[in-house]
């Protein structure tokens, strides 16, 4: 299994709303990420998990929340956001956090905050 | 300073003509070098990686970069563009500054016109 999956691929939500976007992956990287995607601009990463443990946050607002259950599953937790939030979000994974190798990136998912 | 540098923003070429993408990077280390491609609404893709190998280097779909450190540079080439080819491109450097980090240059998006 070379792919990661990301959860659900589109997702419309009010600004009180509270969501979760997942990401899982089976490769047996020890590295997941979380990036934004704005429309024509390159991904921002948003956290980093290194051995399912939080390593990277960019000064990330707290109504983003990520969780890594295990070293499968990456979750991001999303509450009370504001319509400039509406981005595509991208799950990635490396072998380790270093990603000499690269990364492998899901399909991500559309989110649209109204 | 660390830095990726994508020549053109936009890149028109005709179908089965040859493809030229053009990579700039800034690094005070030997740095790992990679292309990825994003095919509208996709994640990303690795078409291939320079890791101070070979400098150059094949990647998918006929594919291939030359890494010139004597030019700071790794542009990707293809010589004979396919319709499917269109698609942004994101050159992309990781550096070690006391940790690693990947910097994604502002993108290229490949035009193909039959």
């Known amino acids: 299994d070379t792919e990661v999956t990301q959860t659900p691929k589109h997702l419309v939500m009010g600004m009180t709303n509270k969501k979760s976007l997942k990401c899982e992956q089976h490769?047996?990287?020890?590295?997941m990420y979380w990036y934004k995607q704005k429309a024509k601009k390159p991904p921002e990463l948003m956290f980093v998990y290194s051995y399912e443990k939080l390593s990277i946050n960019e000064s990330v607002p707290s109504r983003f929340s990520p969780e890594c259950p295990n070293s499968s599953l990456l979750n991001l937790h999303l509450h009370a956001l504001q319509p400039e939030d509406s981005a595509l979000y991208l799950c990635a994974s490396s072998q380790n956090r270093d990603a000499e190798y690269g990364y492998t990136f899901g399909s991500g998912t559309r989110l649209t905050v109204v | 300073a660390q830095s990726v540098t994508q020549l053109d923003s936009h890149v028109s070429v005709s179908e089965g003509t040859p493809v030229l993408l053009r990579c700039n990077y800034s690094s005070s280390y030997s740095p790992s070098l990679f292309w990825y491609v994003q095919h509208p609404n996709k994640g990303l893709q690795l078409l291939l990686k320079?890791?101070?190998?070979?400098?150059l280097v094949k990647g998918i779909n006929g594919f291939e970069a030359e890494f010139k450190k004597s030019e700071t540079s790794f542009h990707l080439t293809k010589p004979s563009a396919h319709m499917s080819d269109a698609a942004e491109y994101f050159c992309v450097v990781r550096v070690n500054t006391g940790g690693f980090k990947t910097i994604f240059g502002a993108g290229t998006r490949l035009f193909v016109k039959a």
């Open positions: 320079y890791t101070s190998a070979a400098t």
């Open positions: 490769m047996g990287h020890r590295a």
